[in-house]
């Protein structure tokens, strides 16, 4: 897939537990962040986003949480499941541009 | 409703030769967006287009790309003349509005031999 080459950190969890995915974000003015998962051979699938007038957002089985003060963002996957074994990415943009910066990824394994 | 498609979905050509890609976005997604990533390096932006117009094209990297969306639906990003640089996965993304979500394609995986 496209991740040949990149060395992306990778997070191994047993199916039924919850896994954390963390990102280190660049920008104090970004207002807005993403989390995509991608799949082998597949494009980025938006999965949640949250505002930056917001600290926390739930989704079915996802959470997302953020801090500004520390430019911090995870995103929390309850009962990991094999078929979320994929490279997640988070990205920031800033309100006025429509850019998304995007982070180096992570690369969730789950085990049976 | 159909997603956000991308031809082809590999191409592989020769340094010095011209390709074209092209991106198909939601219907009635007005904001169209090229991102690439090379090997190695993180997902990074190119250019956006609102309906027909270049919004922002700070990310294109040179004058050996061109990307145009005549009449706003579909858009085709030129490569020409390829260099070896240029190889890595092409997406395109498209949204209803600028600070709504972008939905992306499966990318194109161009490779300059």
């Known amino acids: 897939g496209e991740s040949v080459g990149l060395h992306l950190p990778t997070l191994s969890v047993q199916e039924g537990d919850n896994s954390i995915i963390n990102c280190a974000y660049s920008?104090?003015?970004?207002?807005?962040f993403i989390w995509y998962k991608q799949e082998s051979g597949k494009g980025p699938q938006f999965i949640i986003d949250i505002r930056s007038n917001m600290d926390k957002r739930q989704g079915q089985r996802v959470t997302v949480l953020l801090n500004k003060t520390v430019k911090h963002l995870s995103l929390q996957i309850a009962a990991t499941q094999p078929g979320d074994s994929a490279v997640y990415f988070c990205a920031e943009n800033t309100s006025g541009t429509y850019k998304y910066i995007f982070g180096t990824g992570t690369r969730l394994k789950v085990l049976a | 409703e159909a997603g956000v498609t991308q031809f082809p979905s590999h191409s592989v050509i020769e340094k010095g030769q011209t390709v074209t890609l092209r991106c198909d976005p939601i219907s009635g997604h007005d904001n169209l967006y090229w991102y690439r990533r090379v090997m190695g390096k993180e997902i990074k932006f190119l250019l956006h287009?609102?309906?027909?117009?270049?919004?922002?094209e700070s990310g294109m990297p040179n004058n050996r790309f061109l990307a145009e969306r005549t009449g706003g639906t579909y858009s085709t990003l030129k490569v020409q003349p390829a260099e070896l640089e240029d190889s890595g996965v092409y997406f395109c993304?498209?949204?209803?509005?600028?600070?709504?979500?972008?939905?992306f394609g499966d990318g194109t995986r161009l490779s300059i031999l």
């Open positions: 993304a498209s949204s209803l509005q600028g600070n709504q979500p972008q939905h």
């Open positions: 920008n104090s003015a970004s207002d807005y």
């Open positions: 287009f609102v309906k027909e117009s270049k919004q922002d």
